[in-house]
């Protein structure tokens, strides 16, 4: 083209004609190439044949080549579905081993060892077996607690072989209980009906006998370790083991406590005292010499000091064996009562406790009502043998109450711990026995001495006087500790009924009522003064009766007085009278009470006038029946009658300052002579 291009000199003139030439020369050239062909037509066969087969070749390897895709593909799927697969195995297979891993340990704990299974179901309770029933007890709570969430995984706690391995521990734990149960209350019976059985436990005739109960704690604690294993597999058991432990041992403790009592009042030698001490027939000095009963409150203190230790322990000892969940009774290193008894270490097990929180439960108030209500079933009637000493030594010396009543309060403030609420209930049943018992004597005391206002007439000192002196000295002989109170409120109690008796009777002679009362209230005083310098409420009696002595005396004396110069102080007290009316300048003119009058009346009252004191002295001593007396109430009527006497004397000078009487001087001159 080029070449063709190059013989041509080219010009825009000349395009169309180069135009028409190519058109030529192209004709020309396709003209040629279609001969070209046509000469070439077996060789194109050829080529079309050979692209013919090429292409059928290459439909064919494109066809291979999809069916070769579709099975690569689906082996990848398939390849892909085994690697899942085996994926799939190899976790299950470690998870199947794990599971495996767990459920031998789940069967481990699950089964249970023939050794165990048969000392729970029929294996023996002596002594010597003792540790394996423990050790089977250890393994079936132990067993039970690996059953329970959260010691089990939560997704065990359902299953069908778990749940079933747990109905046979309940099955075991059941059938256990009731035979330990079973066991221990026979034995518990057994252990005290051989002690009862021998005599030689009790106190005998002419033998008064500790009781001792070493022994039987002894062979108690050797089932001490089963009763808390026992609580840990069902607390509900301790009930019925808790009431045939009471019921047994209550039985041996009444019978200690009738056989010692019995013997205690056998072997006391003390003379009876009377018991009527202010009655009015009886002969004044009976109790002067009374009989020496101290032997009696010693006995009682006997009683006290052997069985309230006892009980103590017996509480204690009850407490901590049959697992209750309260204080010691007894501080380490102290004493029930200040009195110890031999066995130091009767409430103490040896025995740690199984769960660590029952100590922290010490303060459950349930756990203590429920100590103490067993408590009352343990010691329940053995009371009524306290009460046989207290009224025996009652009717032998009533007076006894005193010093029985500070006995018993002594040991009563040495009882502090909160579980032996019992013995703390029989102190006080006791202290209010004995008080009951003393407040009989005391009532009965009060009536001997309301019957005297029986009598006809009562004159001198009444009987109840000197004797309740006599009584009140024996009283303050008998207080020990606490029994302060109780002696105070009977001496209140006579003393009131004392003195309201001698008003009564007082009245019923009033021309002889104050001379009655002084003569009985200075009894009083006399008889009492030495008793009251040292005993409070007595002191106030004193005082008491002090006052109504000298109220008495003035009355008794003003009498007299007035008696034997009537118209003397008529006189005066008609003048004193009217100076609250009139002035006392215009009572002279007044009807009776002109000089004249006032003459008359001095010639009839002062002439013989020793005479008329004599009188007054005679009139004095008249009836008198305490001679000692006299001289003091003579010298009080002298100074009474000076007093008036002045006081007359005074009113004379006032209202007739120009009339002469005997002088206050000389009156007290005369009264001094005779």
């Given at each position: ?51 013919e ?20 593909r ?12 085996n ?17 031998d340990?789940?069967l481990?704990g ?16 002596d ?30 706690a ?23 149960s ?24 002419g ?12 062979k108690?604690?050797t ?15 301790l ?16 019978r ?9 009042r ?22 002067v ?21 006892l ?9 901590h ?20 008894s ?41 009371q009524e043998?306290f ?19 500070g006995?018993?309060?002594?040991y ?17 049943d ?6 009951m ?23 001198g ?9 006599t009584?009140?000295?024996r009283?303050e ?32 002679e ?100 020793d ?6 002295y005679?009139k004095l ?26 006081s ?8 007739y ?13 005369l009264?001094?002579?005779?």
């Amino acid at each position: 083209m080029e070449a063709l291009l190059g013989t041509y000199v080219m010009g825009i003139g000349e395009a169309e004609a180069f135009s028409e030439r190519l058109k030529r020369e192209l004709l020309a050239l396709e003209a040629a190439n279609v001969h070209a062909i046509l000469e070439s037509e077996p060789l194109i066969d050829e080529v079309l044949q050979g692209l013919e087969a090429a292409t059928n070749c290459v439909d064919d390897m494109d066809e291979w080549l999809g069916i070769f895709n579709v099975k690569l593909r689906h082996m990848r799927e398939d390849i892909e579905s085994i690697e899942t697969r085996n994926n799939k195995l190899e976790m299950q297979s470690v998870n199947n081993r794990a599971l495996i891993e767990e459920l031998d340990k789940l069967l481990l704990g699950l089964r249970v060892p023939s050794e165990y299974a048969a000392c729970l179901t029929g294996g023996l309770f002596d002594e010597a077996r003792m540790l394996q029933n423990v050790e089977a007890c250890e393994w079936l709570a132990g067993a039970l607690r690996s059953l329970d969430v959260p010691n089990l995984d939560p997704i065990y706690a359902n299953m069908r072989a778990v749940k079933e391995k747990r109905a046979e521990l309940e099955k075991l734990k059941s059938t256990f209980v009731r035979r330990a149960s079973e066991f221990l209350r026979n034995y518990f019976s057994s252990l005290v009906e051989f002690m009862i059985s021998d005599k030689s436990y009790f106190s005998q005739r002419g033998q008064l006998k500790r009781p001792d109960h070493a022994d039987l704690r002894y062979k108690c604690r050797t089932y001490a370790r089963l009763l808390q294993h026992l609580k840990s597999l069902d607390k509900n058991c301790l009930g019925p083991l808790r009431k045939a432990y009471c019921d047994s041992l209550n039985l041996l403790l009444r019978r200690e406590a009738r056989e010692f009592a019995n013997e205690l009042r056998a072997s006391t030698k003390a003379s009876r005292n009377p018991t009527v001490w202010l009655e009015a027939s009886a002969g004044s000095g009976q109790n002067v010499n009374a009989a020496d009963t101290s032997t009696v409150s010693e006995a009682y203190a006997k009683m006290l000091t052997i069985f309230i230790p006892l009980l103590v322990d017996e509480s204690s000892f009850f407490a901590h064996f049959m697992c209750f969940e309260v204080p010691a009774l007894v501080p380490p290193g102290g004493t029930a009562n200040g009195d110890k008894s031999d066995d130091t270490n009767d409430d103490d097990l040896g025995i740690m406790d199984i769960d660590d929180n029952d100590s922290k439960a010490g303060k459950n108030s349930g756990e203590l009502a429920a100590l103490n209500e067993s408590l009352q079933n343990l010691l329940d009637g053995i009371q009524e043998d306290f009460y046989a000493v207290v009224d025996w030594a009652y009717k032998i010396d009533p007076l006894r109450c005193i010093s029985m009543h500070g006995i018993t309060e002594r040991y009563l403030s040495g009882q502090k711990a909160d579980a032996a609420g019992f013995v703390r209930l029989l102190l006080g049943d006791l202290e209010s026995r004995i008080s009951m018992q003393f407040s009989r004597f005391v009532d009965e005391a009060c009536h001997q001495i309301e019957r005297n206002e029986r009598n006809v007439r009562q004159i001198g000192v009444l009987s109840y006087i000197p004797r309740f002196a006599t009584l009140a000295t024996r009283m303050e002989q008998y207080i020990q500790g606490q029994s302060r109170d109780l002696v105070d409120q009977a001496y209140t109690k006579f003393v009131s009924i004392m003195f309201v008796t001698l008003e009564k009777i007082a009245q019923t002679e009033p021309k002889y009522a104050d001379l009655f009362l002084l003569e009985n209230y200075a009894a009083f005083q006399n008889s009492l003064y030495d008793l009251a310098n040292v005993v409070p409420t007595l002191a106030k009696f004193y005082h008491q009766a002090s006052e109504a002595y000298e109220q008495a005396c003035t009355r008794h004396i003003s009498m007299i007085i007035y008696y034997q110069f009537e118209r003397l102080f008529q006189f005066a007290r008609r003048i004193e009278d009217l100076m609250y009316t009139i002035p006392p300048e215009e009572i002279p003119f007044q009807l009776g009470l002109a000089k004249m009058d006032l003459r008359k009346m001095l010639k009839s009252s002062l002439s013989g006038l020793d005479k008329s004191i004599t009188a007054m002295y005679k009139k004095l001593q008249k009836n008198m029946t305490s001679e000692e007396l006299l001289p003091s109430l003579w010298d009080k009527c002298k100074k009474e009658f000076l007093d008036k006497y002045e006081s007359f004397a005074q009113l004379v000078a006032k209202i007739y300052p120009t009339e002469t009487i005997p002088t206050v001087v000389e009156m007290r001159d005369l009264l001094a002579s005779m």
